[in-house]
């Protein structure tokens, strides 16, 4: 009766952790098509605004992602091995990706700097390694801990 109770409380939480992960992905998104529609546009003031919003969500979201979502796969039933394998892979190549999406965002939200055509291209870079992260994640990572 109590493994029930733990068990349900468990999975509760990792359901509205996936909740709140999808959430914030689509908001992610969002203001990522903001950026680029108002830098489209030349207006680089509502740029700027947009991309310091997404600086915020975007750390907080990996923060909290990478410091919960290993720990609950972990905690989950066992994984396949398929699953684990891409999970190991995915993390892996994901690093350095990781890094430079900080480094990127610290650089560009800074007042002084300039958001100019090499921020424009390297941005669009960067959202579609992001899209693929998030589409990687809830097909396999976020379904695992919603099934749990």
């Known amino acids: 009766m109590l493994g029930n109770i733990f068990g349900s409380l468990f999975s509760s939480k990792n359901r509205k952790l996936v909740i709140k992960w999808r959430k914030e992905h689509e908001e992610i998104v969002v203001i990522a098509h903001k950026v680029i529609g108002a830098f489209s546009k030349n207006d680089l003031d509502t740029a700027k605004k947009e991309l310091i919003a997404l600086n915020e969500l975007a750390v907080d979201h990996l923060m909290d992602e990478d410091i919960e979502i290993y720990r609950l796969l972990k905690d989950a039933k066992r994984l396949n091995p398929e699953t ?49 992260r998030i589409a990687f994640e809830e097909k396999y990572l976020y379904t695992q801990l919603h099934e749990d």
């Open 84 to 132: 684990e394998k891409l999970i190991h892979e995915f993390t892996t190549t994901f690093k350095g990706t990781k890094n430079v999406l900080m480094n990127f965002l610290t650089k560009y939200t800074r007042p002084n700097v300039v958001l100019d055509d090499k921020f424009f291209k390297t941005f669009n870079e960067i959202v579609a390694v992001l899209a693929d």
